[in-house]
């Protein structure tokens, strides 16, 4: 174990708490390591929406550009960030445990729902679902990472934004009384009927297809559950999308002796929303749920409607 393993990461404090996280996990099993930050495309960029900037794996290209020229080993992502296709000579050699799936809305003050209000969110799954729910609202566009959404949200004239309940624990913002960090102070709101992201509350480290040391040390800290579950997440969005961004949701879950999935796609403004809903006995046969979960949306008009997002997303 004399090879120190360099551990590729975004810059932002979350990045850096998820390779944190994985650098504890694997100094615990006797292996060395060094964090390598590095600030990605989609950090950098922040004046225009994710879906209009037109860039696979945005938070994620840069990393896999140091991976490939040997700046660093492995590197950790937000699984929801991932390409659902990795680079060639890259390959997926852990994911770690889940965190809570959720999302969450976040205000300054108490919001009336039947009122007018304007929600902000970067996610085209997140403001296609709020508008399904609540076509009165109108839902305006929120980048940059955690710290500096809060304060966007402070700054500006809006009702509320919404996070991903795992990454405002992860900082240590969210408590009983509410959503807390050292310039804000206010509410936060779990948003149970809003499917997450595929992958969302999960982490993945990703290693080159030739590197064993680095694999095998891996797959010591992988779960193998998140990592099921995940993959058919993951399967259903790779299937339904074809390459092309859209409003989707998925969530795969171990309940019992079944697998018990759940997926969504909408339309841009959220008007029209398919779904599917179905389980599985844990084993075998939940290999292919998602992309049969998919198949059978692309059969009951989500073709029609991939192609109404595709056509709508050049415009």
């Not at 965190?99 to 085209?124: F, H, N, R, W």
């Not at 844990?282 to 029609?304: F, R, V």
């Amino acid at each position: 174990m004399n090879k120190v393993i360099r551990i590729g990461t975004r810059d932002s404090e979350l990045a850096l708490w998820q390779a944190k996280t994985v650098q504890s996990q694997l100094k615990n099993l006797g292996y060395k390591t060094q964090l390598v930050p590095v600030k990605s495309t989609g950090d950098l960029v922040l004046d225009k929406p994710l879906y209009e900037m037109g860039i696979t794996g945005i938070f994620t290209k840069t990393l896999d550009i140091a991976m490939l020229k040997g700046t660093v080993d492995v590197a950790v992502h937000s699984m929801k960030d991932v390409p659902t296709a990795l680079p060639k000579g890259i390959i997926q050699a852990a994911v770690l445990a889940r965190a809570e799936t959720e999302d969450m809305l976040v205000s300054a003050q108490y919001i009336d729902y039947t009122k007018p209000c304007t929600i902000a969110t970067g996610s085209l799954r997140r403001k296609a679902q709020w508008l399904n729910r609540y076509p009165h609202h109108t839902a305006v566009d929120l980048r940059g990472n955690v710290q500096t959404r809060l304060q966007k949200l402070l700054d500006n004239n809006w009702d509320g934004a919404i996070f991903a309940k795992a990454g405002l624990e992860r900082l240590g913002y969210l408590h009983k009384s509410g959503i807390k960090s050292p310039d804000f102070n206010g509410f936060g709101e779990e948003l149970p009927w809003m499917l997450p992201a595929p992958a969302q509350g999960a982490m993945v480290v990703v290693a080159m297809e030739k590197d064993t040391f680095c694999q095998e040390a891996l797959a010591k800290i992988n779960h193998t559950e998140t990592e099921k579950c995940t993959k058919i997440e993951r399967d259903f969005l790779r299937t339904l999308e074809g390459g092309c961004t859209a409003p989707i949701g998925a969530l795969a879950e171990v309940v019992s002796d079944k697998i018990q999935f759940k997926g969504c796609l909408f339309s841009l403004g959220g008007k029209k929303k398919l779904e599917v809903a179905t389980s599985v006995p844990h084993g075998p046969q939940g290999i292919d749920l998602g992309n049969d979960s998919a198949n059978k949306l692309l059969e009951n008009g989500g073709k029609e409607l991939m192609e109404i997002i595709k056509r709508e997303m050049k415009q």
